[in-house]
């Protein structure tokens, strides 16, 4: 098993490298660290390029957007940390507004890029706007950034599952369970502030 692992490695180094890369990333985030952003810079710019090969064209603009965001994202953590803003949260009915957007877009993005040979063009869709909406709630350390990335990462693991992307599709897994505990500590710290 460990042999056919290291086979795999060697002959998917930049999946390898964009999955470790992402589960740094996320672990990070969790813990509220701004190092987070670096290693999430990496593994998107890693995704551009897988997602690319897969024929994922909206996921390679999402991964595009994640490595100029990881950059906002880094830069507004650092200032945050010296200026100790804490973890916010946004009401249900903006989350309802979000939520509304997300999904118009999806659909709009999903029909779009059916003409241009995009696979699983609806799915991708869904990944990607709804991830750009989380993204920029990570960013603003908003606590339910967390409970969109469990859905839209289950979401993905779809996705990669469908392409034959397996590794890929784990760290997705591991991404939801990381952002479920990702959650409960920032709303611990949310409740103690």
Same mark, same amino acid.
């Given at each position: 098993?460990?042999?056919?692992?290291?086979?795999?490695?060697?002959?998917?180094?930049?999946?390898?490298?964009? &999955?470790?890369?992402?589960?740094?990333?996320?672990?990070?985030?969790?813990?509220?660290?701004?190092?987070?952003?670096?290693?999430?810079? %990496? $593994?998107?710019?890693?995704?551009?390029?897988?997602?690319? &090969?897969?024929?994922?064209?909206?996921?390679?603009?999402?991964? $595009?957007?994640? &490595?100029? &965001?990881?950059?906002?994202?880094?830069?507004?953590?650092?200032?945050?940390?010296?200026? !100790?803003? !804490?973890?916010?949260?946004?009401? =249900?009915?903006?989350? %309802?507004?979000? %939520?509304?957007?997300?999904?118009?877009?999806?659909?709009?993005? +999903?029909?779009?890029?059916?003409?241009? +040979?995009?696979?699983?063009?609806?799915?991708?869709?869904?990944?990607?706007? =709804?991830?750009?909406?989380?993204?920029?709630?990570?960013?603003?350390?908003?606590?339910?950034?967390?409970?969109?990335?469990?859905?839209?990462?289950?979401?993905?693991?779809?996705?990669?599952?469908?392409?034959?992307?397996?590794?890929?599709?784990?760290?997705?897994?591991?991404?939801?369970?990381?952002?479920?505990?990702?959650?409960?500590?920032? /709303? /611990?710290?949310?409740?103690?502030?």
């Amino acid at each position: 098993m460990i042999a056919t692992f290291i086979n795999w490695i060697a002959a998917n180094p930049i999946e390898f490298a964009g &999955v470790l890369t992402g589960l740094i990333y996320v672990v990070l985030a969790a813990r509220g660290s701004a190092w987070c952003w670096l290693f999430g810079i %990496i $593994s998107s710019g890693l995704y551009i390029q897988i997602n690319l &090969v897969n024929n994922l064209y909206l996921d390679t603009v999402l991964q $595009s957007y994640y &490595v100029l &965001v990881g950059f906002y994202g880094w830069w507004n953590w650092k200032r945050k940390e010296e200026q !100790t803003v !804490t973890i916010t949260s946004i009401s =249900f009915n903006k989350q %309802i507004q979000l %939520i509304a957007t997300g999904i118009a877009l999806s659909a709009i993005a +999903g029909y779009l890029v059916t003409f241009i +040979g995009n696979s699983l063009s609806y799915v991708d869709a869904f990944v990607t706007i =709804f991830s750009f909406i989380a993204t920029w709630m990570t960013a603003r350390k908003i606590l339910e950034n967390w409970l969109w990335w469990v859905v839209i990462d289950l979401v993905a693991a779809y996705m990669y599952l469908s392409k034959g992307l397996y590794i890929t599709t784990g760290l997705y897994i591991v991404y939801a369970a990381i952002a479920a505990a990702g959650y409960w500590k920032w /709303r /611990r710290e949310l409740s103690v502030a």
